[in-house]
């Protein structure tokens, strides 16, 4: 379902305002580029770790420990190979949003940027509610 045009200013006002907050933290999100065979690889790591589960019960409720050291081993490998495959790569791609940034001379001395309003937002709600 295609966001209606409101929506889509929306979001093109807080990529502008997150650029002008951290620029560094946003341009890092942008070069998160996905490898190729990268899904068949998380897939393969969630399969390893689910087989890993099984067989770390089946060695527990056996009794049988090489079973179940077996299955801990084959379960921390899948999980290492789906964190691997999600964490972005070491490429980056091209910011378009980076190069209409206004300059740090250019831009009017801060007031409370974008994350200061949200963690304010937040902190008023949390008090709202007594927690």
């Known amino acids: 379902m295609p966001l209606s045009e409101h929506e889509q200013r ?3 006002q807080m990529e502008r305002a997150l650029y002008a907050e951290d620029p560094k933290f946003a341009s890092s999100l942008r070069s998160a580029v996905p490898r190729p065979g990268g899904r ?15 067989l770390l019960v089946t060695g527990a409720a056996t009794s049988y420990i090489v079973v179940g050291v077996l299955g801990f081993l084959v379960m921390l490998g899948g999980t290492v190979l789906v964190v691997t495959t999600m964490r972005p790569g070491a490429a980056t791609a091209a ?5 209409t940034r206004p300059t740090a001379s250019a831009k009017a001395p801060k007031q ?6 949200v963690e304010e937002r937040f902190r008023k709600r949390r008090e709202g509610d007594g927690f």
Do not use: K, N, Q
């Open 10 to 12: 929306l979001l093109e």
């Open 40 to 54: 068949r690889r998380a897939a393969i790591g969630v399969l390893a770790a689910l087989v890993g589960v099984g």
């Open 95 to 99: 910011t378009p949003a980076a190069t």
């Open 112 to 117: 409370g940027g974008f994350m200061d309003r």
